[in-house]
């Protein structure tokens, strides 16, 4: 079975991220979301409410490929995190050229963990590539429409969120 693992902290999840999702159905049995507990990006969104957002928003997904999509928190290195769900298959998605630089060393630093894992680049599609959690959580702040960044239930969720 090939396992993947698509990490992030998902706050919100966003048009960009399903995007990805649905792409790495294709290259794998299992797709495990890692949904990062970082408490120095203090989330918008509690760890639940982001694991039930990403259940929601995949299980259509899931339905529809018969890949086996799951969340899984976690706040221990990204490589540990791939040992601990079975995963041979980092999935990473680029949106420009500046993520590439960092991607590029996570890249070295996990191989010098772990040379088994291997890690792969889902570059985000055109329509998807400027959108980033940060800057859909000011939009929705400042009360501008986010809808086309975000599903209908994820943006009822950020506008309850925000007011």
Known sequence: MRIGLYPGTFDPVTLGHLDIIRRAT???????????????????????????????????????????????PFENLLIDCARDVGAGLIIRGLRAVADFEYEYQMVGMNRALDASVETVFLMAEARHQAIASKLVKEIARLGGDVSKFVTPAVRAALLARVG
Do not use: W, Y
């Open 26 to 72: 294709v290259l794998v049995d299992r797709l495990v979301i890692g949904v990062a507990i970082n408490r120095d990006k203090k989330p918008l969104f509690s760890l639940e409410e982001r694991v039930a957002m990403i259940e929601a928003e995949c299980a259509g997904l899931a339905q529809k490929t018969g890949v086996e999509i799951v969340a899984h």
